[in-house]
């Protein structure tokens, strides 16, 4: 027994055999756990965004988002239509002459 408790071979052999059983246990016990966050996690509530709430794209209404794109399509042909025939027909007035006309001065004075 002396013989056994001298032999350095023999330890380096136990540590390894029980670092390698410690080692096996505890890597079943860390794969649980990290399934079980991973479950938790498909099993939370639906959100479009990976940073939080947003627009759930299956609830938006498709018919309002038509209507505002349509609004705005039109708003911005009239204001091109205004804007194009201020230009056409004042081409030789400057930016700086209708700015002082819109707010009431006259170079003429």
Do not use: C, H
Not at 21 to 29: E, Y
Not at 32 to 40: G, W, Y
């Amino acid at each position: 027994m002396d013989d056994l408790k001298k032999n350095k071979m023999f330890w380096v052999v136990a540590i390894f055999t029980v670092l390698n059983l410690v080692l096996l246990i505890g890597s079943k016990v860390v794969i649980s756990k990290t399934a079980d966050k991973v479950i938790e996690r498909l099993q939370k509530e639906y959100s479009p965004s990976p940073y939080g709430p947003g627009i759930d794209p299956d609830k938006v209404d498709s018919d309002s988002l038509k209507n505002q794109k349509m609004y705005f399509e039109l708003r911005q042909k009239d204001d091109g239509v205004s804007a194009s025939q201020n230009t056409s027909t004042n081409q030789n007035v400057s930016w700086r002459d209708v700015w002082e006309s819109d707010r009431g001065f006259s170079p003429e004075q």
